[in-house]
Every structure is written in structure tokens, then in C-alpha cells.
């Protein structure tokens, strides 16, 4: 389903900073899950199942998260393999 067929206003508003929020829209609807990001708005993603809302939750720390905190969890899953 295309996102310009929904409501915006049906989606969660997702809290990110608003210079990521662009960069967390692209990432989302390359991942297929439905959002609207429209310029001086919030970002808006329509969550319909856990995959979704997991993948969510990872695009946003990814890009929020700073190249200490990224590298700190990589070392966590590296000796917990």
C-alpha cells in the first residue's frame, strides 16, 4: 500500500531529532513499512506488527545512537556469539 493513499494523522508521531527524522523516513520506506515526513511536521509511521515496530526501533537508534554507543553495543553482541 502506498503511504500517500493513508492518513497521515492514523500514524504514531515518532520522536527523533529533527535533523535524523529525513534520514529515518528514507530508511523506513526502503524497509517497506508505511510513514509521511512532510517538511515542519513530525515524523508519522504506521506500525502494524512486531517486525515493524522492531525494525523501527533499530533504524532510530542506529541514527541517533553516537559512533561510542554503536560501537559499545557491537562489542556486546560480538562476545555474547
Known amino acids: 500500500m502506498n503511504s500517500s493513499e493513508l492518513d497521515p494523522k492514523?500514524?504514531?508521531?515518532?520522536?527523533?531529532?529533527?535533523?535524523?527524522?529525513?534520514?529515518?523516513?528514507?530508511?523506513?520506506?526502503?524497509?517497506?513499512?508505511?510513514?509521511?515526513?512532510?517538511?515542519?511536521?513530525?515524523?508519522?509511521?504506521?506500525?502494524?506488527?512486531?517486525?515493524?515496530?522492531?525494525?523501527?526501533a533499530s533504524v532510530v537508534r542506529r541514527l541517533s545512537a553516537s559512533p561510542r554507543e554503536l560501537a559499545l553495543s557491537l562489542e556486546r553482541a560480538w562476545h555474547r556469539s
Open 10 to 56: 492514523s500514524g504514531e508521531v515518532v520522536e527523533v531529532a529533527w535533523s535524523k527524522r529525513w534520514q529515518v523516513y528514507q530508511r523506513l520506506q526502503e524497509l517497506g513499512i508505511t510513514c509521511w515526513c512532510q517538511v515542519d511536521h513530525p515524523l508519522r509511521v504506521k506500525i502494524t506488527n512486531t517486525t515493524e515496530a522492531v525494525q523501527l
